[in-house]
Structures are given as C-alpha cells and as structure tokens.
C-alpha cells in the first residue's frame, strides 16, 4: 500500500512538472509569435538604437494596412484613404535617407502627418513645412528622418488635390 502512494505522488508530480513545462514552453511561443507581428514593418536600428540601418517596406503594403489618415497641422480634417491602388502608390513613393533617433534633434514646424493604420503597428510620417525633414514614428520609437523631393512633393499635391 505505501508502495502505491509513493508511486502515485511521484508519478503526480512528474505530471505536474510536465504539465508546467508544456504551459511554459505554449506561452514563450505565443510571445514571439506576438512579438513577430508587432515587428512586421521591420526598423533595424544599430547597437546603440540611435540610428536605422534600414526599413523593410514589404510588410507595408496595402494588403496589411487598414487606412492610411493624412491630417493637415492645424486643421480638424482628416483625409483617410481606403483605395487600395492609392495606398500602393503612396507606400511606392515612401524613400527614407538619413535615420537619426536623438531625442535632441527636432524638425521644423510640423506641417502634415501620414498615419499607416494597421491592426498590429503604428506607423506615422509628420513631414515639415519648411525642409524635407520629418519625424518617423514607428510603435514607440521616433526617427528624425530626411524625405525624398519625390515623396515630398508627391504627398504636398495628393494633398491639394484631396483638400
């Protein structure tokens, strides 16, 4: 009878710890696979997280993006763009050069923000009124950031034309 105890509470226990290591192992997969979607735009940011080595644009594309919102500064408008053709567009001409996040840095007046909806990220461009410089948010870092004449002027006359 002691012998069957004994077996018993071993081979609960041996359950149990098992069982533990199944629950471990399930909710450190869930973690990165959450961890992986979060990440889909993919900022790849040096040692020190100061400044982006690169951006890969193929998770942002029209497919992963609910709605793209421009907003003038100043304004109570938002223009929101659902068409998918058009978000390609957009998303086609986004070209980023030089990446630096120094709190310390700051653009210039803030003229128009692009907001890329997504379920799982957020991403937003506030393009400045007087240079080609803007601000890259992305989730909860910021990027001082220099635009293409390209994309810049590309977004100025969606902008006049959707106004």
């Known amino acids: 009878m002691k012998k069957n105890i004994k077996f018993a509470i071993i081979l609960t226990s041996i359950i149990e710890i098992f069982g533990l ?71 086609s001409k986004v070209e980023f050069g030089k990446f630096v996040s120094n709190p310390s840095l700051n653009m210039g007046t803030e003229d128009l923000n692009i907001a890329f909806e997504s379920n799982n990220n957020n991403v937003s461009i506030s393009l400045s009124a007087e240079d080609r410089t803007a601000i890259l948010k992305y989730n909860e870092s910021a990027f001082l950031v220099t635009v293409t004449e390209d994309f810049y002027s590309f977004i100025y006359d969606l902008f006049s034309k959707i106004s």
């Open 21 to 91: 290591g199944i629950i471990f192992y399930q909710s450190s997969v869930e973690a990165g696979r959450i961890q992986k979607e979060r990440d889909k735009y993919y900022i790849v940011v040096d040692v020190n997280k100061k400044d982006v080595l690169k951006i890969e644009k193929k998770y942002l594309s029209s497919q992963e993006l609910n709605k793209i919102k421009i907003i003038k500064a100043g304004n109570e408008k938002k223009y929101i763009i659902e068409d998918k053709k058009l978000m390609d567009d957009i998303i």
